[in-house]
């Protein structure tokens, strides 16, 4: 249900009436304006999607279906499609990107069954479009165990970070970025998710032996910087020295030139969504 305790009390009859009208309007056009006063939305379902992660969600409630991305916290990627957003993420966790990407994975997993059962929504259909193809807004969202962002913080599983808000009748934005920065770094300590990744191979690495720069070994090749390589213009050599790329798949990244972007790899014959989001972020 939708809670409307934010209407005054002098409202009665029919002037309430007309007012949780115009506000259910406000809630149905909330990617065009957003609305001033919180909202609470109890009993919501997660709606399966391809698009769920670790901090955004299809959520369905009154037989409407919303997607909301969490205040305060950022969990990471679960694919490649944007190397810089990785990046960030990896040395954020001290990890390498297939090493984050898995912990945005164990994200989307922990979220999934965290929501597995109703839970409650607070928003006021703030923009959060981001990346998304449709209208995402901000929220807030409580579930049996407590507020989600928070336990993603807690399990190392997201950083803090993106959009802050005051809770209504909570606590204040400072207040909550605190007890965040707490639990990070007691997750820290505990070497919880991403936290405890560091200096392990992860599942990623160990599917596909590497060499690594060894002045004992001559022909070991040196793992490039992330973020670098030009896909149009990189050498033979260069493409090898990226983690997955061998002889044969240099020789046709060179033959399927040019590329509009490095997303185009993923028209290469033989890089399949693996291969790609493991190559992808050492790319420009």
């Not at 998304?132 to 997201?158: K, M, W």
């Not at 007691?186 to 002045?215: D, L, V």
């Not at 793992?223 to 493409?239: F, Y």
């Not at 240099?250 to 190559?279: E, H, Q, T, W």
């Amino acid at each position: 249900m939708i809670s409307r305790s934010w209407i005054p009390a002098r409202f009665t009859g029919s002037t309430a009436i007309a007012v949780a009208v115009l506000w259910a309007a406000a809630v149905g056009l909330g990617a065009r304006e957003e609305a001033k006063e919180w909202i609470v939305l109890e009993n919501c379902q997660l709606v399966p999607n391809t698009a769920n992660d670790g901090d955004s969600f299809h959520v369905s409630v009154s037989g409407k279906q919303y997607m909301f991305r969490l205040y305060f916290v950022d969990a990471p990627e679960t694919d490649a499609a944007d190397p810089r957003r990785l990046t960030e993420q990896a040395k954020h966790f001290g990890v390498t990107v297939p090493q984050v990407i898995e912990v945005g994975e164990a994200a989307k997993k922990f979220a999934r069954e965290k929501l597995s059962e109703s839970f409650t929504v607070t928003t006021r259909m703030a923009n959060a479009m981001g990346r998304s193809n449709g209208n995402r807004f901000y929220a807030f969202v409580q579930t049996r165990d407590g507020d989600l962002g928070e336990q993603l913080i807690a399990n190392g599983l997201a950083r803090i970070h993106g959009r802050t808000a005051t809770r209504p009748r909570g606590s204040t934005s400072t207040a909550e970025r605190q007890r965040l920065e707490e639990l990070e770094r007691e997750a820290k300590q505990r070497k919880a998710g991403g936290w405890g990744m560091s200096g392990q191979p992860s599942k990623a690495a160990t599917a596909t032996p590497q060499s690594s720069a060894n002045p004992s070994h001559p022909h070991a090749k040196e793992t490039p910087e992330l973020g670098r390589i030009d896909v149009n213009t990189a050498t033979e050599k260069e493409l090898r020295s990226v983690p997955g790329i061998g002889p044969v798949m240099a020789a046709r990244i060179i033959a399927a030139r040019p590329f509009r972007s490095a997303g185009d790899l993923k028209k290469v014959n033989g890089i399949g969504d693996k291969n790609y989001a493991k190559i992808r972020p050492y790319f420009q």
